[in-house]
């Protein structure tokens, strides 16, 4: 089992800045590929992000390229998403998850933080 808390969530005016964070309760937190998720409401869940088991690959959504960034740290079980230049379509309740495997359905998941950018 791996408990998923996330939090950093907020109100930003377009333009601005968040960070997200993961905290992850697994003393195997090495062994997960970590993603970050988001869904607007009316809207299919989306990945924006993901990074791999050693961090050394990540990958992002074309709509957040340039602008958002993920990032793990081992040694702390954290996966954080740096939020830059934000822009109201980014409204979204954002969800931290794990797989082991990067499959196409992510085993565990975090119970979201809200983002809201208004305009």
């Known amino acids: 089992q791996v408990q998923l808390v996330e939090s950093g969530g907020g109100l930003v005016q377009a333009g601005g800045s968040l960070r997200l964070s993961c905290a992850a309760s697994?003393?195997?937190?090495?062994?997960?590929?970590m993603a970050w998720f988001r869904q607007a409401p009316g809207k299919e869940r989306e990945s924006v992000a993901r990074?791999?088991?050693?961090?050394?690959?990540?990958y992002y959504a074309d709509s957040v390229k340039g602008r958002f960034t993920i990032s793990r740290d081992n040694a702390k079980n954290t996966v954080d998403l740096q939020m830059n230049s934000l822009k109201p379509e980014d409204t979204a309740v954002y969800y931290c998850?794990?797989?082991?495997?990067?499959?196409?359905?992510?085993?565990?998941w975090g119970q979201g933080t809200q983002v809201t950018v208004s305009s």
């Open positions: 998850a794990a797989d082991p495997t990067d499959s196409r359905s992510y085993e565990y």
């Open positions: 697994t003393r195997t937190f090495r062994n997960y590929f």
């Open positions: 990074v791999s088991w050693s961090g050394g690959n990540t």
